[in-house]
């Protein structure tokens, strides 16, 4: 599994955006990349996930670059109560587990 | 609709004392699931899975260990507790093998004193 780089904290203002960058640049031609959040003493919340083309969903936008060694999540209007730790856990989909890492801890200010 | 449950939501055990913790799934059959722990500070660490009934693999060899005695029941087990064993304990499912999209439960937060 490929590993991943985030940076370890990140500030938005709120009703700003927020873009939180993700390296991946060992990452296999099938992995897909998926992104979770986790606020505080809560279970992981699945986001998003894409494989090379961009993705939009109701909760976020995920920008993976064209040679797929980083991909961004993009919070288009960041609330307080999407103050979490982000992760960007690439995985083969097929393979089931997931290896989180240390995430960016995001903060939205008021 | 799918729901995960897992209980109880903290725990306090004495070292040396046994461990169960389980988790059910409703809503959907034949799930892949999973054992997830998070010390404290620290990113979620992966600890069993299972494709199906009686199906366990251990992703990290430790003091605990997995059962899955129904299709949509998993346990986690330990015989004797160790100060190390405190954290936060998750369940997860998920249902495609090629989308992989894990749903997670409210978590354990197990203290060993």
């Known amino acids: 599994d490929a590993k991943t780089t985030q940076p370890p904290s990140m500030d938005c203002a709120e009703g700003r955006a927020a873009n939180l960058p993700c390296n991946h640049s060992?990452?296999?031609?099938?992995?897909?990349v998926y992104w979770y959040r986790q606020i505080h003493s809560q279970g992981p919340q699945y986001i998003i996930h894409?494989?090379?083309n961009n993705e939009t969903n109701e909760m976020a936008s995920l920008i993976i670059t064209e040679d797929r060694k980083s991909s961004t999540l993009i919070l288009p209007h960041a609330t307080l109560r999407d103050t979490a730790v982000y992760y960007c856990?690439?995985?083969?989909?097929?393979?089931?587990?997931?290896?989180f890492g240390t995430g960016t801890s995001l903060t939205v200010i008021p | 609709s799918q729901t995960i449950h897992q209980w109880p939501a903290t725990l306090v055990q004495p070292v040396g004392s046994p461990l169960s913790l389980e988790c059910t799934v409703e809503?959907?059959?034949?799930?892949?699931l999973y054992w997830y722990r998070q010390a404290a500070g620290r990113g979620l660490q992966l600890l069993f899975y299972?494709?199906?009934?009686?199906?366990i693999s251990s992703e990290v060899p430790q003091n605990l260990s997995a059962s899955r005695p129904q299709d949509r029941q998993f346990i986690l087990s330990s015989k004797k507790l160790l100060l190390s064993d405190s954290g936060f304990y998750l369940c997860a499912w998920s249902v495609s093998r090629t989308k992989n999209i894990q749903y997670f439960g409210a978590g354990t937060r197990l203290s060993v004193l």
């Open positions: 060992t990452i296999s031609g099938n992995e897909y």
């Open positions: 809503g959907t059959s034949n799930p892949n």
């Open positions: 894409g494989l090379k």
């Open positions: 299972s494709v199906g009934i009686g199906q």
């Open positions: 856990i690439p995985s083969i989909g097929t393979g089931n587990q997931f290896y």
